[in-house]
């Protein structure tokens, strides 16, 4: 904490490092058990970051008008430090938004297959030398023409779940906001502004219509 001018002008700074245990998540489990879900405490969370808060009273305590200005910014960064069954990762929610967690990464990272374009003709599409198919999709369907040219992130000929990438995740990496109070004979206004930096979203709708395409 700092003041300045006779607190006129104060700065407030935090550190901090913060764990959240035993967080309730949603799991899949075999459809034999008779249900589709379970939750339980599953997962743990570390946050870290740091925050800064300016306050400045812009007018001489002694003036009718006051203008005070208070502006806030703040950095954080999360990751997962425990999963059930060993750390491996889940997915949950529905198709349309489908979301994974995993051991050091953000929460809700989102998992995607890299795409680069679309297969133009039949024999643009790779061929297992083993086999001699084209690449499968899930060990079923040969791609072909027409359809989007998924990377084979593991190389062999199968594009499935392993094949995913990490993508983005919807959680800010910068937050903050200014607020100025003005106030004038018994009269007050405020205006308020935030903003946020370095979150990603995912029209997870519009990508599935993409993908059945």
């Known amino acids: 904490d700092l003041g300045l001018l006779k607190d006129r002008i104060t700065l407030t700074a935090d550190y901090y490092i913060r764990d959240s245990k035993s967080k309730v998540f949603d799991v899949s489990v075999p ?22 808060t300016l306050t400045t009273r812009n007018f001489a305590p002694t003036s009718k008008f006051q203008w005070i200005t208070n502006f806030n910014i703040a950095y954080n960064d999360n990751y997962i430090t425990k999963l059930p069954n060993g750390g491996r990762d889940f997915t949950f929610g529905p198709p349309w938004l489908q979301q994974t967690l995993s051991v050091g990464e953000p929460l809700f990272t989102y998992k995607v297959w890299e795409v680069n374009g679309i297969y133009s003709r039949d024999t643009d599409v790779p061929v297992d030398p083993k086999t001699g198919r084209r690449i499968t999709q899930f060990g079923g369907s040969q791609f072909s023409a027409g359809d989007p040219a998924r990377v084979d992130q593991n190389g062999d000929y199968n594009i499935d779940y392993n094949d995913y990438i990490s993508y983005g995740n919807p959680n800010p990496d910068i937050t903050g906001g200014m607020n100025n109070s003005f106030s004038y004979k018994g009269f007050s206004l405020d205006v308020l502004v935030t903003f946020i930096s370095g979150r990603s979203l995912r029209n997870g709708y519009l990508s599935d219509k993409l993908q059945d395409a």
């Open 31 to 52: 459809l034999t058990t008779g249900y589709s879900l379970t939750s339980n405490n599953y997962v743990d969370l570390r946050n870290t970051g740091i925050e800064f």
